[in-house]
């Protein structure tokens, strides 16, 4: 069973940056293609940003395309998620998902495992 656990959220303000983290255990972190997610207060849940477990391939939603970069230490068991030039829509609960795949498409819409989620919020 995977556990994947996410760092790094808190408060900035608009234009600031924050790099979440998000370490897995307890299975091949290499075979898994990871991404992350968000969900804001009242709004459905959106899938941001996603890594191929060769990291050839990777995926921005057009809300954050050139503003996050997600990246992947399979040394380290870690995915991250930087996010530069914040904005106050980008405030949401972020949460780190993973499949058992080879593109990061299947974390997109069939994610085998689940963060717990970290907060992040971006003032005005």
């Known amino acids: 069973q995977v556990q994947l656990v996410e760092s790094g959220g808190g408060l900035v303000q608009a234009g600031g940056s924050l790099r979440l983290s998000c370490a897995a255990s307890?299975?091949?972190?290499?075979?898994?293609?990871m991404g992350w997610f968000r969900q804001a207060p009242g709004k459905e849940r959106e899938f941001v940003a996603g890594i191929s477990r060769s990291t050839v391939s990777t995926y921005y939603a057009d809300s954050v395309k050139g503003r996050f970069t997600i990246s992947r230490d399979n040394a380290k068991n870690t995915v991250y998620l930087q996010m530069n030039s914040l904005k106050p829509e980008d405030t949401a609960v972020y949460y780190c998902a993973a499949a058992w795949s080879s593109t990061w498409a299947s974390v997109s819409h069939d994610s085998d495992y689940w963060g717990q989620g970290t907060q992040v919020t971006v003032s005005s």
């Open positions: 307890g299975g091949t972190f290499s075979r898994l293609s």
